[in-house]
């Protein structure tokens, strides 16, 4: 079963505003990593974050985690038409080592 | 060239038959896995390796079969193809950090579009 699920299951926004995807999972976790797909293509890593970490940034992204309640969310801010992709989190489950636990992602399309 | 590649990117094949999804990576990464993307069910898990002969099932290994004789190739076969294998499939890879216990980032390949008629 998935562990990951990003709500919502699609998002659609104009250029510049910003992108706001959840991911809420089920069980205890080591990391949460979040991914691109654009159509077509494979996955493409964007941030990682730790289970003792609140927050991280790279770029236009932001993530936030919280496992009291089991969830992180990927903010994009000022988005472009270029961001416009499936959005996937991923987790462990801390003592499979390895495997990873994809969502069924989310679909942002941004309208230039 | 480095990464990860899969090759073929499009096949087409009859129900019965067997096929082999070709999956090549480039460094020396421990860690493998074979996942399926279909609408409404995201990426599952077939099958991963975690070593040059360690392979483990995933969530949905029936109907396939993997190897893994050499770290950088793991091929994954339907050994009796059928319509509900039709789907996208991603080979990726990824490494364990030393002294962390935990993995790298997976990296994917572009991708297996298999057609199953």
């Known amino acids: 079963s998935q562990q990951g699920e990003e709500d919502p299951q699609a998002l659609s926004i104009q250029e510049g505003e910003n992108a706001t995807m959840n991911c809420s999972y089920k069980t205890s976790i080591n990391n949460l990593q979040w991914y691109r797909q654009n159509s077509g293509r494979g996955l493409v890593h964007l941030i990682l974050?730790?289970?003792?970490?609140r927050e991280k940034h790279s770029g236009r992204l932001r993530v936030t985690l919280d496992t009291s309640k089991k969830s992180s969310s990927l903010l994009i801010t000022a988005s472009r038409a270029a961001d416009t992709a499936s959005y996937f989190c991923?987790?462990?489950?801390?003592?499979?080592?390895?495997?990873?636990?994809f969502g069924r992602g989310t679909q942002l399309t941004v309208w230039p | 060239d480095a990464g990860i590649t899969q090759s073929p990117r499009y096949k087409i094949t009859e129900t019965g038959r067997q096929v082999t999804l070709m999956c090549h990576q480039t460094w020396s990464h421990s860690y493998m896995f074979w996942y399926r993307q279909d609408l409404g069910h995201g990426l599952r898990l077939i099958y991963y390796s975690a070593a040059a002969d360690i392979t483990d099932k995933g969530e949905v290994p029936d109907g396939y079969v993997v190897s893994r004789s050499k770290t950088e190739n793991f091929p994954l076969t339907l050994e009796s193809a059928t319509r509900s294998q039709t789907s996208v499939y991603f080979c990726?890879?990824?490494?364990?950090?030393?002294?962390?216990?935990?993995?790298?980032?997976?990296?994917f390949g572009q991708g297996t579009r298999l057609t199953v008629v």
């Open positions: 974050i730790r289970s003792n970490e």
């Open positions: 991923a987790t462990d489950r801390g003592s499979t080592l390895g495997r990873l636990y």
């Open positions: 990726a890879s990824s490494d364990i950090l030393p002294g962390q216990g935990r993995n790298t980032e997976a990296f």
